[in-house]
């Protein structure tokens, strides 16, 4: 069992950036950002593998950046240049397996939640 814990979501204006992190309480395989706005269904953002290889949403690509630091078992997001619609709930996710390519995640945090204003 592993146990993800987030955190860093808070409420900014357009424009400004915010990190997120994730915890893990054990070394994981693929861990990934997923984000669920309101009325919406759930997103993924990002996504690192084992090797640190990264993937982006289009939605994302060149304002976000998914890292983890494997000695902390922390994954982090930086988020630049938010936008109002990148609000929503944030959630991390990790798996067991190296890869990220057409996996289901096997460990979910609680969400942190980021409101970006116009």
């Known amino acids: 069992q592993v146990e993800l814990v987030e955190s860093g979501g808070g409420s900014v204006q357009a424009g400004r950036s915010l990190r997120l992190s994730c915890t893990a309480s054990?070394?994981?395989?693929?861990m990934a950002w997923f984000r669920q706005a309101p009325g919406k269904e759930r997103e993924g953002v990002a996504t690192?593998?084992?090797?640190?290889?990264?993937t982006y949403a289009d939605s994302v690509q060149g304002r976000f950046i998914i890292s983890k630091d494997n000695v902390k078992n922390t994954l982090y997001l930086q988020l630049n240049s938010l936008k109002p619609e990148d609000t929503a709930t944030y959630y991390c996710?990790?798996?067991?397996?190296?890869?990220?390519?057409?996996?289901?995640?096997?460990?979910w945090g609680q969400g942190t939640q980021v409101t970006v204003s116009s």
């Open positions: 996710a990790a798996s067991w397996t190296y890869s990220c390519t057409g996996i289901d995640y096997n460990f």
């Open positions: 054990r070394s994981t395989g693929c």
């Open positions: 690192i593998d084992a090797v640190g290889m990264t």
